[in-house]
């Protein structure tokens, strides 16, 4: 089977002879229209940058944009634990950090050039992360649509199963005759707490050779966890760096950098919201450490790797405990 030969574009096609009716005059390339005199499709910012990049290099990208942002982390939070010093101590290092590098350069400079170290660490982190996520849907034959709807698919389920255990009020007939009805409340957390409830109540559980480890939930986490941080993030610039309303508090102001904070986690659901994403923090940072660590090479053998995962463990601890004892503190009235 030889291939066919492609037509000829500088010869025009000779009028077919009276001798030869089945053969047909020769199209030209203008009526043709062939998919060669198409124009290639322009590639997108996206497509040339981030996704012109392998798999490795993405790796490597969110393993170095990570220890960035962890290092920055760790540091915040030593540096707010000058909060216990009192007001004056927590509002010089906030002045500190404003004047660095002066007299040389003018106030802010340096703190400015270290935010937009974070931001485009952040930027990486995040381009990095979704081509990975985008690329790993793809091998799956899934879309983004296909895994919103079976996110939200299994939020109804949750929010089903949760409200299913709620107290719920009975209709039931009267001893006293037709007409009549008796309405009765059931226990609170009927049953849940006794043995077998699970079992009774949740017939698809998991075998329990096949159940998810602690480690596992959490590395199945990483990108719930990174949106909340997202979330956070932006929620604690808006409260505590520019004060913008509804963010921040009614009695945020420019400069008194201790009292914003007290007046802000004095609110019982901002400190319960702070708290929260410190645990999303932790689980974050921990799993993003080790696995930066084995994605670079730093964990040639089972001995590296335990000693890994017992500092990205205490890491995450330290951060996570440090950032989480200040709204308790100031919940308890310990810093007011």
């Known amino acids: 089977m030889t291939p066919a030969t492609p037509p000829q574009r500088d010869r025009a096609a000779a009028p077919a002879s009276p001798g030869s009716p089945g053969r047909a005059p020769a199209a030209s390339p203008a009526a043709t229209g062939g998919a060669d005199d198409a124009a290639p499709a322009p590639a997108g910012l996206w497509q040339r940058s981030v996704g012109a990049a392998s798999n490795p290099d993405l790796k490597l990208a969110m393993a170095a944009s990570g220890t960035v ?96 255990r709620l107290p719920r009020l009975y209709l039931s007939p009267g001893p006293r005759g037709r007409g009549y009805a008796e309405m009765y409340r059931e226990a609170p957390f009927n049953g849940f707490f006794l043995p077998g409830f699970d079992s009774a109540h949740d017939p698809r559980r998991r075998p329990r050779g096949r159940r998810r480890s602690v480690h596992r939930i959490i590395a199945r986490s990483m990108r719930s966890t990174g949106a909340v941080l997202g979330l956070f993030v932006t929620y604690h610039v808006l409260d505590l760096t520019t004060g913008t309303r509804p963010a921040a508090a009614r009695s945020f102001e420019h400069g008194d950098a201790y009292g914003n904070l007290v007046g802000s986690l004095s609110r019982p659901v901002t400190a319960a919201f702070y708290a929260a994403s410190m645990a999303a923090l932790a689980g974050h940072m921990v799993h993003g450490l080790r696995t930066a660590a084995l994605d670079t090479g730093l964990t040639g053998t089972a001995e590296r790797v335990r000693r890994v995962d017992v500092a990205a463990k205490a890491v995450g601890a330290v951060v996570t405990l440090g950032n989480l004892s200040i709204p308790v503190a100031v919940q308890i009235k310990v810093v007011r």
């Open 69 to 164: 942002l962890s290092v920055f982390t760790a540091g915040h939070m030593a540096g707010n634990m000058q909060v216990y010093l009192g007001r004056e101590r927590f509002n010089g290092y906030a002045r500190l950090l404003r004047s660095a590098g002066a007299p040389v350069l003018p106030p802010n400079t340096l703190l400015w050039a270290a935010r937009t170290g974070l931001l485009a660490s952040a930027g990486v982190h995040v381009a990095a992360g979704t081509e990975l996520t985008v690329r790993a849907w793809r091998a799956e034959g899934r879309t983004p649509g296909d895994v919103a709807r079976q996110s939200a698919r299994n939020a109804a389920r949750l929010l089903r199963s949760a409200t299913a």
